[in-house]
């Protein structure tokens, strides 16, 4: 059955210095494999998706994710962020013919002056 | 501006109360989802429907109902609210295209005292 982890609950950084959130997933077919950010009081947002072809993927606002099928994983970075960057992040994934997602946990990210 | 609308954001109610939770969206998609989100869990789905007059149960159990009358609108009722249904409920769609992305209101924070 799919899953995704996301093993960091929380993860603290300084301004300017990079991140990386990491997502692990379980499955037995092919996947599409997204990243939703969560500001507070909000509903979640797309932040990039990986459907198929190049598996380095990224989002306008500096994030990027690589796919790695050998290693079921999916993670997030960003070289430099910001402190608007504060924001819960989810992992997702969706096995290709369903339409059905299942998220991970959630990472907190918490950027830090 | 296509968009999804979640009424009420949040709502405080006592037990035993019937509740409404509505949901709208501009986008003409016919793929409509009710996930529940609690603080450090996973989004879990509790209702999906793939179109008019079509609503099945998530992977979640959950007490309450939905309907799908029009492509637009997907409504959540719960029958009689109780302090195990606090929690936030978020509602989303999708397009038809494999790996199309959520899209998400900005959900109703629910309280049952």
């Known amino acids: 059955a799919q899953s995704v982890t996301q093993l960091d609950s929380q993860v603290p950084v300084f301004e300017e210095a990079p991140v990386e959130l990491r997502c692990n997933y379980s499955?037995?077919?092919?996947?599409?494999l997204f990243w939703y950010v969560q500001y507070p009081n909000q509903g979640l947002q797309l932040l990039l998706k990986y459907l198929s072809g190049s598996t380095l993927v990224k989002s306008i606002n500096g994030f990027e994710a690589e796919f790695n099928k050998s290693q079921t994983s999916f993670h997030l970075r960003k070289p430099s962020v910001h402190i608007s960057d504060t924001a819960e992040y989810f992992c997702a994934v969706s096995e290709t013919g369903t339409y059905k997602y299942i998220f991970g946990t959630g990472t907190r990210l918490k950027v830090l002056a | 501006e296509a968009d999804i609308y979640q009424t009420p954001r949040y709502l405080v109610i006592g037990t035993g109360k019937k509740i409404t939770l509505e949901c709208s969206q501009t986008m003409g998609h016919d793929k409509m989802y009710w996930y529940q989100q609690d603080p450090g869990m996973e989004l879990h789905l509790i209702h999906y429907?793939?179109?008019?007059?079509?609503?099945e149960k998530g992977d979640l159990s959950s007490e309450s109902t939905v309907s799908r009358i029009r492509t637009e609108h997907f409504p959540l009722t719960l029958e009689s609210a109780r302090p195990s249904h606090t929690s936030q409920y978020l509602c989303?769609?999708?397009?038809?295209?494999?790996?199309?992305?959520?899209?998400f209101g900005n959900g109703t924070r629910l309280t049952v005292t």
């Open positions: 499955s037995s077919v092919s996947v599409y």
């Open positions: 989303a769609s999708s397009g038809d295209r494999g790996g199309s992305p959520l899209h």
């Open positions: 429907s793939y179109g008019v007059n079509s609503t």
